[in-house]
């Protein structure tokens, strides 16, 4: 059985339909990434998934394990970096469980301090190690490296690849960035007009190599799905809105 499955799932705003009649199955520890245009329904897609809004219509069936990221950062400023990863743990050992997410994430070092002495990569490998404590099954991605420089998102890309492997995660991730889809993803949803219209397989596994040739040919083919009239760009932020903050993962109570 798959670890998400949807089944003929719509959504509607104010009549104004958002997406219609989706059908999915996300095989258990696979990761999947969603594109699409602006307003193509990715987003309410993984908000659905997460049960943070109600299908209109169809079913939906995953795992209660799962953690969410959130468009803003969600530290709270008056609690340290290991206190916040701690934050709604039980038990007496609840510090030494984040210590070691923080050990895990690379960040051991600033346990102690305030979330608002991080860079944005920081404040994003504390909220990795937020979710790591929770032990999630599945772990779902509203395009979390979208307001990275250029070196901090690869650094980022990779850790995320790295847990993914460590820890077998079932994971989804919505981005408007071909190459960050086919270099972390094995499948690659392309969603338009609120349906899936094609599912893109990538061979090997991530992260792959920023540089690998193959990559061109996939992210090439994604543009053109998407209707993308830039010949040989392979890179493209598809969405028209402002650039958005740094997300943070969360768990999904």
């Known amino acids: 059985m798959p670890d998400i499955r949807l089944q003929h799932v719509s959504k509607a705003f104010d009549g104004t339909a958002v997406l ?38 169809g079913q939906i069936e995953t795992t209660d394990r799962l953690a969410v990221a959130f468009q803003e ?7 340290s970096v290991v206190d916040n990863v701690s934050f709604g743990l039980e038990g007496r050992d609840r510090k030494k469980v984040a210590l ?15 979330p608002l002495t991080l860079s944005g990569g920081q404040a994003q490998r504390v909220s990795l190690a937020r979710a790591l404590v929770r032990k999630p099954e599945v772990l779902l991605l509203d395009e979390p490296f979208g307001a990275l420089d250029a070196l901090t998102k690869l650094d980022m890309q990779n850790l995320v690849g790295e847990l993914w492997r460590a820890h077998g995660w079932t994971v989804v991730m919505v981005t408007h960035d071909v190459d960050e889809a086919v270099r972390l993803a094995d499948r690659v949803v ?31 083919r994604l543009l053109r799905l998407l209707g993308v009239p830039f010949a040989g760009r392979r890179s493209l932020e598809l969405e028209t809105s402002p650039t958005r903050l740094a997300s943070s993962l969360s768990p999904v109570s």
């Open 100 to 114: 070691d997410a923080l050990v895990e994430v690379g960040l051991r070092a600033k346990a102690d301090v305030w």
């Open 73 to 79: 950062a969600r530290l709270l400023p008056w609690l």
């Open 190 to 220: 392309v969603l338009g007009d609120g349906t899936v219209q094609e599912i893109v397989p990538v061979p090997g596994t991530g992260p792959r190599d920023p540089d690998d040739p193959a990559l061109a040919p996939l992210a090439g």
């Open 20 to 57: 219609r009649e989706v059908d999915l199955d996300i095989a258990e520890g696979s990761f999947v990434a969603i594109v699409g245009k602006s307003g193509s329904g990715k987003s309410t897609l993984l908000r659905i998934i997460a049960g943070l809004e109600k299908a209109s219509a």
